[in-house]
C-alpha cells in the first residue's frame, strides 16, 4: 500500500502549528470556528505573501486575521465576478445565435454545418462534445425537441445547453469574412481606436477575451482563489490599458480588462465598477497589487476611453 509522511491534523494541532510557525492568533475560540468552516490547506493559499519559506515561519507580526480579511475579500470578488461573467456569458450566447441566424435565418441547424468553421477535425471534436452535452441534459426544451422533431436540435437550443468553454471552441473555430457570422460577432463588441474611429476586434483579441473570461469564470464556479493567482488564460489588452512596466504574470486585473471589452452593456460595466470600487475600498488592507491592479485602476475601469 502506498503511503504518505505527513497526517491530518486535527482543528486544535492546526491552531497550534499556525502558533509554532510564529503567526499570531489573536483569538483560538474565533480560529476554531473559522477552520471548522474553511479547510485549512485551502486557507493557508491565503497566506503565502506572509510566508518564509526558508525559516517555515510567518514573518512578524503576521496575524490570523490578516488571512482571515484576505479570504473574505477574495470570496466577495468571486461572487462579484461570477455575476457579470454569467452575464458576457448569457450576451454571448445569444449574439452567436443570432450572428449565425442572421447569416442563414431558414438554417435552424446551421450549427452543424462544417463549411461555416474553419478547421474540421476541430469542428467534429466540438460536435462531440456539444452531442454529450445534449445527450446528458434534462432541459424541457431538449426533451421537446426529441419528441417533436425527431431529436434535431436548433442552434438556439443546443447554445443554450452547451457550456461557456464549448461555446468559446465554437466561436474560436468560426471562419473569418465580412459576410460571415464571426463579424456579426465581433460589431457587438467595437472599440474607438485613436483616429475615433469604432473597430471590431480582430478574432485573435476577441477569442482571447473570452478564452479568459471562461477560466476566470470557473475559477469562480468552483470557489476557487482567484488572490495572488497566476492565471493562464491571457487577455489581448488595448493600448490604452496596458501596464507598465508589464507585470510578470497574468493576473485577475487583465482578466477584468477582458471584462470591461465583453460587457454586455455600459449599464451593467458601470455597475460592477461601482461595486468593485466599493469592495476595494472597504478592504482597504488588501494588497491589490498582487491581483496586478495598477495605481490608476479607478480611472481604467470608470472614466478612459477605451482606444487602441
Known amino acids: 500500500m502506498r503511503s504518505y509522511n505527513k497526517h491530518i491534523l486535527s482543528i486544535d494541532e492546526q491552531i497550534e502549528e499556525l502558533k509554532s510557525a510564529k503567526r499570531v492568533v489573536e483569538s483560538e475560540e474565533e480560529a476554531t470556528k473559522f477552520l471548522s468552516a474553511v479547510e485549512y490547506y485551502r486557507f493557508r493559499g491565503y497566506s503565502f505573501q506572509f510566508y518564509d519559506n526558508s525559516k517555515k515561519e510567518y514573518k512578524k507580526g503576521t496575524k490570523f486575521s490578516d488571512i482571515v480579511s484576505i479570504y473574505n475579500f477574495d470570496a466577495e470578488l468571486s461572487h462579484l465576478l461570477f455575476s457579470i461573467l454569467s452575464a458576457i456569458e448569457i450576451s454571448l450566447r445569444s449574439r452567436f445565435v443570432n450572428a449565425l441566424l442572421t447569416y442563414k435565418k431558414d438554417d435552424a441547424l446551421i450549427l452543424y ?5 474553419e478547421d474540421k477535425r476541430k469542428y467534429w471534436t466540438n460536435i462531440s462534445s456539444i452531442s454529450n452535452e445534449i445527450a446528458h441534459s434534462s432541459d424541457v426544451f431538449i426533451k421537446h425537441n426529441f419528441d417533436k422533431h425527431e431529436g434535431n436540435i436548433p442552434v ?6 452547451m457550456s461557456f468553454g464549448t461555446l468559446s471552441k465554437r466561436i474560436k473555430n468560426l471562419k473569418t469574412g465580412p459576410d460571415l457570422p464571426f463579424s456579426k460577432i465581433a460589431e457587438s463588441y467595437t472599440y474607438s481606436a485613436k ?8 478574432k485573435n483579441r ?12 470557473n475559477i469562480c464556479a468552483h470557489n ?3 488572490y495572488n493567482r497566476v492565471l493562464n488564460a491571457t487577455p489581448e489588452i488595448l493600448e490604452a490599458d496596458r501596464l507598465f512596466p508589464a507585470p510578470k504574470y497574468n493576473g485577475v486585473y487583465q482578466t477584468i480588462l477582458a471584462i470591461k471589452y465583453l460587457r454586455p452593456s455600459d449599464e451593467v460595466w458601470h455597475d460592477f465598477a461601482h461595486k468593485l470600487t466599493n469592495l476595494v475600498s472597504r478592504y482597504s488592507s488588501i494588497d491589490i497589487k498582487r491581483l496586478n491592479f495598477p495605481d490608476d485602476w479607478k480611472i481604467t475601469l470608470l472614466f478612459k ?3 487602441s
Not at 195 to 202: A, D, E, L, M, R
Not at 206 to 217: E, G, K, M
Open 113 to 117: 454545418d462544417p463549411a461555416i468553421f
Open 156 to 161: 438556439w437550443a443546443a447554445a443554450e445547453i
Open 195 to 202: 483616429s475615433g474611429n469604432q473597430v471590431k476586434p480582430s
Open 206 to 217: 476577441l477569442v482571447s477575451w473570452i478564452r479568459s473570461c471562461v477560466v476566470l469564470r
Open 224 to 226: 476557487g482563489r482567484i
Open 305 to 307: 476611453q477605451t482606444i
